[in-house]
């Protein structure tokens, strides 16, 4: 049988020197240098050099779907992601429950809110949009959450009704185009419903008596249209599952095909339990060919512009990283979605690093895996597109093209 | 005058590690390291990263015609390989001569038989299909053929003759699309009338008093429409040559308007006579602008696992490219097709290293003439497409884009 294949994204890991070292480069990672020593090795851009990607973008690409053609905006990767069972063709939006005071959006986070699947069933239960539109709506992790336009005519070009600041009112949904009239009108009906129905819920009276900010309202955005995309098992003949902490990448592998595989516990931030994450990792290679997983800390410590803890994380996932069950009939590549430069507190469209481990590579002298050393590398410089036709011809999965 | 340019394709070059050494970093080959040392290297992609292509796909597209715009199936380069005269939209297959027994195929190869020229003369005498269609079936070496069909309404959307296995009768091709209905016909009647002929003849007669398969039937696959390629003298402003043993890489030189130079005695395989065929390329770059030579061996021992034979061969084919006449009137590239991986017994998407050797190129400090070595080299990695402009740029022949 041909050796299955492990992608271990590391989210944001690729960096710029901040006083003279990548957090990579200081990062004591006897796991990472060891794949390296015995791989082969080169730059990745996600998308294409000097392109700063988002998390989605470079999941798709990473994954073999062309960004351009597949990513449609952020609100159908997040409906996926928190579990709305999707088609094509259906509008998304990714939410925020948020705070209002006075009419004007106070917090837009309502209080780092968790006690939100009441308030989802309310909402549910509650608004009814006109023009024959179906609706779900779902909580997610914290504050967040998703929602779901189905009907016919809908159309995602539509505004935000997150002001995307605080101070002011909740923004009405505009068309940015006629054929979107009726999406904002049924987006606008269900932020007022909603708002209603919130102002009145018992979770937010107790919030209020609490002292803490009441979720008064859902704020939407990103939204887009469900794309079609070939299913990853039609695509490259093998059943896939994903292991991540974020909705994002739970809904990136779901709208791809493959099986989304929670592990409790996990946080998505520099304190997540990777052993447990490396356990789900463990038992999903036996029971799929391919597995990703993402692991988010290193993009989390970038975002808050915090180096050490970045360098403390990349330690502590490559002592994770050494549970993996190296042997012939695995193949394993390791890179990063974008870079998130440290000192930038944001991505950046620097190349990440990329090691391929597995029978037959190349072996290329290169001794470390950094943004750096990896440059040197037997791979050279790569795009994220190029990367699971790498792994599947380094797996014997690949199908000759011509005789 | 602009330099010449010859472009030296081995077939199946590239490789991985076996037992630590790919067959090029084991060889001794003090001619291609020295064009390395001259010259400038890198790694090329026959088609692009991990994609795992045949010998006629990497051709193409180191001569630069995308073989997703020209190749339309094997058949075609083999029947033009075979010297049948084709014109766009003429339909061709590749072809086996085989034995039948009792209405099965029991020898694919008809006992690797070589007095095929009578039987193709009595085939061609023979067979009258219906719908006006015209037929050229022409043998090649051994037990190999090509057949052209010729006719208003032929699509290649047929299925095979060739059942692709022993104990099986002969196939009926079956149209794939309503399209090729006729086509389907028209292979069938060919076949039967084929078997018809080839049951009575004289050689078969003989070769069964002599215990040997006779060749009962001919076996037709690889369906593809003759496609209409831009002149390789047109595109380049070149007259160029093409030196090669196989009938495929000679079809794919005359179908991309090369001029076809044969070389008495040349097997393709590991004991081919190099020096008889680098006598025909030294006398091709007295007459032509271009010579492409595409030296087999290395392609033939790694499809039968056997490394040191690819080590053994690497070093005569070596031996025998010292008697290129270098000099600052000409351009080499030195190259492969694809990857055939000795361990694989088959094609690769790995990429193959790349040389060129010319006044004027970035030296680079790469030593060695292997997969690891050119990884490091001046050129980075391209692909198959780029060769050719890079070649064209090197000997002062490109047409300057925008002014």
């Given at each position: 049988?041909?050796?299955?294949?492990?992608?271990?994204?590391?989210?944001?890991?690729?960096?710029?020197?901040?006083?003279?070292?990548?957090?990579?480069?200081?990062?004591?990672?006897?796991?990472?240098?060891?794949?390296?020593?015995?791989?082969?090795?080169?730059?990745?851009?996600?998308?294409?050099?000097?392109?700063?990607?988002?998390?989605?973008?470079?999941?798709?690409?990473?994954?073999?779907?062309?960004?351009?053609?597949?990513?449609?905006?952020?609100?159908?990767?997040?409906?996926?992601?928190?579990?709305?069972?999707?088609?094509?063709?259906?509008i998304?939006f990714?939410?925020?429950?948020?705070?209002?005071?006075?009419?004007?959006?106070?917090?837009?986070?309502?209080?780092?809110?968790?006690?939100?699947?009441?308030?989802?069933?309310?909402?549910?239960?509650?608004?009814?949009?006109?023009?024959?539109?179906?609706?779900?709506?779902?909580?997610?992790?914290?504050?967040?959450?998703?929602?779901?336009?189905?009907?016919?005519?809908?159309d995602p070009r539509v505004s935000p009704t997150?002001?995307?600041?605080?101070?002011?009112?909740?923004?009405?949904s505009e068309p940015l185009d006629?054929?979107a009239a009726?999406t904002a009108?049924?987006l606008?009906?269900?932020?007022?419903?909603?708002?209603?129905?919130?102002?009145?819920?018992?979770?937010?009276?107790?919030?209020?008596?609490?002292?803490?900010?009441?979720?008064?309202?859902?704020?939407s955005?990103?939204a887009?249209?469900?794309?079609?995309?070939?299913?990853?098992?039609?695509?490259?003949?093998?059943?896939?599952?994903?292991?991540?902490?974020?909705?994002?990448?739970?809904?990136?592998?779901?709208?791809?095909?493959?099986?989304?595989?929670?592990?409790?516990?996990?946080?998505?931030?520099?304190?997540?339990?990777?052993?447990?994450?490396?356990?789900?990792?463990?038992?999903?290679?036996?029971?799929?060919?391919?597995?990703?997983?993402?692991?988010?800390?290193?993009?989390?410590?970038?975002?808050?512009?915090?180096?050490?803890?970045?360098?403390?994380?990349?330690?502590?996932?490559?002592?994770?990283?050494?549970?993996?069950?190296?042997?012939?009939?695995?193949?394993?590549?390791?890179?990063?979605?974008?870079?998130?430069?440290?000192?930038?507190?944001?991505?950046?469209?620097?190349?990440?690093?990329?090691?391929?481990?597995?029978?037959?590579?190349?072996?290329?002298?290169?001794?470390?895996?950094?943004?750096?050393?990896?440059?040197?590398?037997?791979?050279?410089?790569?795009?994220?597109?190029?990367?699971?036709?790498?792994?599947?011809?380094?797996?014997?999965?690949?199908?000759?093209?011509?005789?």
């Amino acid at each position: 049988m041909a050796p299955r294949i492990l992608l271990v994204v590391l989210d944001g890991i690729g960096d710029r020197p901040w006083k003279g070292a990548t957090a990579l480069q200081a990062a004591r990672k006897p796991f990472l240098d060891r794949l390296v020593r015995e791989g082969v090795s080169g730059l990745v851009d996600p998308v294409a050099p000097g392109v700063k990607v988002g998390s989605a973008t470079g999941h798709l690409a990473l994954l073999g779907y062309d960004p351009y053609q597949y990513y449609t905006g952020r609100g159908p990767f997040e409906a996926a992601g928190v579990g709305i069972g999707l088609r094509p063709g259906d509008i998304a939006f990714r939410c925020n429950f948020a705070t209002l005071r006075g009419g004007l959006v106070v917090d837009r986070r309502a209080g780092r809110i968790r006690e939100t699947r009441e308030l989802e069933e309310a909402v549910n239960r509650g608004v009814r949009v006109s023009g024959g539109v179906e609706l779900v709506f779902r909580a997610g992790t914290g504050h967040r959450g998703a929602l779901m336009l189905r009907g016919a005519g809908l159309d995602p070009r539509v505004s935000p009704t997150d002001p995307k600041r605080e101070g002011v009112p909740v923004s009405s949904s505009e068309p940015l185009d006629p054929a979107a009239a009726s999406t904002a009108r049924a987006l606008n009906e269900f932020t007022e419903q909603a708002m209603a129905i919130l102002s009145e819920h018992p979770v937010n009276r107790r919030r209020e008596s609490e002292g803490k900010n009441p979720a008064g309202a859902i704020l939407s955005r990103g939204a887009g249209v469900v794309p079609v995309i070939p299913p990853f098992a039609d695509r490259y003949h093998m059943r896939g599952a994903a292991v991540a902490a974020t909705a994002l990448v739970a809904g990136i592998g779901r709208l791809c095909g493959l099986e989304f595989l929670s592990t409790p516990g996990l946080t998505g931030g520099v304190d997540s339990p990777l052993e447990k994450k490396m356990e789900t990792v463990r038992r999903a290679l036996g029971e799929y060919d391919f597995v990703m997983v993402n692991i988010k800390g290193a993009d989390e410590a970038s975002h808050d512009g915090k180096w050490e803890e970045k360098v403390g994380f990349i330690e502590r996932l490559d002592g994770a990283l050494d549970s993996l069950p190296l042997s012939p009939d695995l193949v394993v590549a390791v890179t990063g979605d974008h870079s998130s430069p440290v000192a930038w507190k944001d991505h950046s469209g620097d190349p990440v690093p990329l090691v391929l481990w597995g029978e037959g590579v190349r072996r290329d002298g290169v001794q470390r895996f950094d943004e750096v050393s990896c440059a040197r590398g037997g791979l050279g410089r790569l795009r994220g597109l190029d990367v699971m036709p790498l792994l599947l011809d380094l797996a014997g999965r690949s199908e000759k093209y011509g005789e």
